[in-house]
């Protein structure tokens, strides 16, 4: 190990806002998100808070990463729409509106940029504004109706119209 290593105090520490762990110097307030020149992987595995890096790492392999179209109902858990107007839609009409979106995204080319734009315009979720991308996440982490649908895609699969207390969605795996 070099003199810079062995100057540092790394370590492991998890990141709220990005959902990952980093790397944090404690003697100099240095952070990283890959494990720090000098350190082999071994190395890093024997840091303080090496427990948050192989949690990460675990449960990383049991994740998967979707978007979706959420169209909330008047009989939805919370029925206002994002920006908290109430929804005055009934489910008939929401799945409806969803048969007639995954059609349309079928017919033509059922790319990830399609789905995100439809997201985007229709989607009563907040991850509208990302596409309706929700992230990385694991199981248990989603109602079990949509955990189901989600985990059984293949990678760039859309599901058919999904129910959860949220509302009906349309959920398409990208990872």
Do not use: C
């Given at each position: 190990?070099?003199?810079?290593?062995?100057?540092?105090?790394?370590?492991?520490?998890?990141?709220?806002?990005?959902?990952?762990?980093?790397?944090?110097?404690?003697?100099?307030?240095?952070?990283?998100?890959?494990?720090?020149?000098?350190?082999?992987?071994?190395?890093?595995?024997?840091?303080?808070g090496s427990e948050i890096l192989e949690d990460y790492y675990r449960n990383k392999q049991q994740m998967i990463r979707a978007r979706h179209i959420l169209l909330k109902t008047q009989e939805s858990r919370r029925p206002v729409d994002r920006k908290g107007n109430p929804i005055s839609r009934t489910r008939s009409e929401s799945i409806a509106q969803l048969e007639s979106a995954f059609k349309k995204l079928?017919?033509?080319?059922?790319?990830?940029?399609?789905?995100?734009?439809?997201a985007k315009e229709h989607s009563d979720c907040s991850s509208?504004?990302?596409?309706?991308?929700?992230?990385f996440f694991g199981k248990?982490?989603?109602?079990p109706e949509f955990e189901k649908a989600?985990?059984?895609?293949?990678?760039?699969?859309?599901?058919?119209?999904?129910?959860?207390d949220s509302g009906e969605h349309l959920i398409k795996r990208i990872a």
């Open positions: 190990m070099d003199d810079t290593v062995l100057n540092t105090m790394w370590e492991i520490r998890w990141s709220n806002s990005q959902s990952l762990p980093y790397f944090y110097d404690i003697n100099t307030n240095a952070s990283m998100w890959e494990i720090p020149p000098g350190l082999t992987q071994q190395q890093a595995l024997q840091l303080p079928n017919d033509g080319p059922n790319t990830d940029e399609a789905f995100a734009k439809f509208a504004e990302q596409g309706g991308d929700l992230g248990g982490e989603m109602q989600a985990f059984s895609l293949p990678i760039g699969g859309t599901s058919n119209v999904v129910h959860t």
